[in-house]
């Protein structure tokens, strides 16, 4: 993995829990994180070229002579409110659309084949749920995932309420 990867992931982690505290984790969301992760990058590599949204990727990194693309996937339970302040239902939580979602965007990085691309990464973030939640998890979805034949490599790390796995994509 390129050796600014993890630092800046979790510097944006630990960025999105201090703004979580201000604004509760529900009302956070994967462009923010995406925000903190790119200011956490910058600040490493103050001349790497960052673009969003480059030819339907999240984020192409340029630094030294080499093109990263990353994916970032922010998966949090929110619960939705009516406007008498009754609690209504769930939303996004742990299920089949979102392991859908993400095993779509694994194959998505493995099979690009713009050139040169030197890494692929996607940078998976959930919310941990507590035991005795009678929802699936994101946990069950997620939390076992290892090198395969899509997947180099994964480091996971967790702060809080909230599980960092950075995936290397082959």
């Given at each position: 993995m ?33 925000s903190?992760?790119?200011a ?5 590599l ?10 339907r ?29 009754k ?12 392991e ?5 965007c694994?194959?998505?990085l ?10 692929k ?5 959930y ?8 929802r ?21 790390f ?13």
């Amino acid at each position: 993995m390129e050796v600014w990867i993890l630092p800046a992931t979790t510097t944006a982690l630990e960025q999105m829990l201090r703004h979580a505290k201000v604004v509760d984790l529900c009302n956070t969301d994967e462009s923010t994180y995406r925000s903190f992760f790119m200011a956490a990058l910058k600040s490493r590599l103050p001349k790497a070229r960052l673009e969003t949204e480059w030819r339907r990727f999240d984020l192409l990194v340029q630094n030294d002579g080499r093109n990263t693309l990353i994916e970032f996937k922010y998966y949090i339970l929110r619960r939705c409110w009516g406007l008498d302040g009754k609690a209504l239902q769930w939303k996004g939580g742990a299920g089949v659309q979102n392991e859908r979602e993400f095993w779509d965007c694994v194959q998505k990085l493995h099979r690009c084949a713009h050139a040169p691309l030197h890494d692929k990464y996607l940078v998976l973030v959930y919310e941990q749920i507590k035991d005795g939640c009678k929802r699936k998890t994101y946990g069950a979805s997620y939390g076992a995932l290892g090198a395969s034949d899509l997947i180099d490599g994964v480091k996971s790390f967790e702060r809080d309420s909230l599980i960092c796995k950075v995936l290397k994509i082959r």
